[in-house]
């Protein structure tokens, strides 16, 4: 905060306090130049609005709901650690077009395309934001900077026996949560944050609440015969609200590759789980609507990229 007093001499001094700095003064011909001074060194020590300045702000507003983080919280935190990286020192008011430009061709260097998209689009919201919710004076630059193809949606699904090898080769811990996840199309971090209080067995359901799910909504998972049995054991000994599997992510992600690798099955990762469970529903003759119950999709875009039916498959249904 700035001060003025003026001194024997006429000149107005003018010193500017800031909590846990020392305060710094100067003296000036007239009140008008103090103020002008007072100004500039106000902006030049006020933090300028970065991504790194911003996101926990963006991450608290945004992507918290009533106290709980939504679904998808870790992602966009990863992905805002990324382009703040990249744009440390450079505030939003102060970011191009251009800057946009030479982020996407340096990040197309290290990453897939599709990762590059997600990251801008990030940007844009975060832009957006930041202008309306906080009167940021920025744009949002990323309009008619041309995004990079989303890529090919993964096609490679889990063949019954290709499971049987991997659960052979996979740990204890890690066995009854990849049989859940091919059995139910649950993600990763929804299967980890099971409570005993989630499941209803007599329904046949998981209700997953919004803040676990990735697009925020709360959703019920229909179970299998086999989904049923792995939880009811699961649950033995659980408190009502105590997570039944003792693992993180990233420990279920390395074990389920672990396994892969010796069990030799290629390409695959523990999301190829989901997009198997997705098809196998999909190929026991579904509906749309039925399928969207299954994954927790809202669009029929987003759908298609999980549902890979094969011809021969459905060949009967056409008899």
């Known amino acids: 905060m700035a001060t003025f007093r003026t001194l024997p001499s006429g ?24 103020e002008q001074w007072a100004r500039e060194q106000e902006q030049e020590q006020s933090p300028a609005n970065t991504i790194q300045l911003l996101a926990p702000l963006y991450l608290s507003e945004v992507m918290i709901k009533a106290g709980k983080k939504r679904g998808g919280y870790d992602s966009v935190e990863n992905r805002l650690t ?40 990030l940007l844009s919201r975060f832009l957006r934001w930041a202008k309306e919710e906080h009167n940021v004076a920025c744009e949002d630059v990323t309009q008619g900077v041309k995004l990079p193809e989303a890529g090919k949606a993964r096609d490679v699904i889990v063949e019954p026996d290709e499971l049987r090898r991997i659960l052979k080769w996979a740990s204890e811990k890690s066995k009854p949560i990849i049989e ?78 672990r396994a892969a690798r010796i069990a030799e099955v290629e390409n695959v990762c523990f999301h190829s789980l989901r997009h198997t469970a997705i098809t196998n529903a999909a190929e026991k003759g579904l509906s749309t609507v039925q399928l969207m119950a299954v994954s927790g999709h809202k669009t029929l875009s987003m759908l298609s ?11 009967h249904l056409l008899d």
């Not at 800057?99 to 689009?121: K, M, P």
């Not at 990229?305 to 060949?315: D, F, G, N, Q, T």
């Open 11 to 34: 000149k107005v001094q003018c010193q500017i306090r800031k909590a846990g700095q020392k305060p710094i003064s100067s003296t000036h011909p007239t009140l008008e130049d103090a």
């Open 180 to 257: 859940l996840a091919y059995e139910t199309a649950m993600r990763r971090n929804e299967i980890l944050a099971i409570t005993p209080y989630m499941i209803d067995l007599d329904k046949r359901i998981i209700r997953l609440m919004g803040d676990l799910t990735k697009n925020g909504e709360a959703r019920k998972v229909p179970l299998t015969l086999r989904a049923m049995e792995i939880l009811k054991e699961q649950c033995k000994g659980k408190q009502v609200h105590q997570r039944i599997f003792d693992i993180s992510p990233y420990g279920i992600t390395q074990a389920f590759r």
């Open 305 to 315: 990229r999980y549902a890979h039916v094969k011809a021969e498959s459905i060949a």
């Open 82 to 121: 990324v382009v703040a990286r990249n744009l440390r020192t450079t505030a939003l008011e102060a970011i191009t077009k251009e800057d946009v430009v030479a982020y996407r061709s340096h990040r197309l260097n290290a990453v897939t395309g599709s990762t590059v998209r997600l990251e801008i689009q």
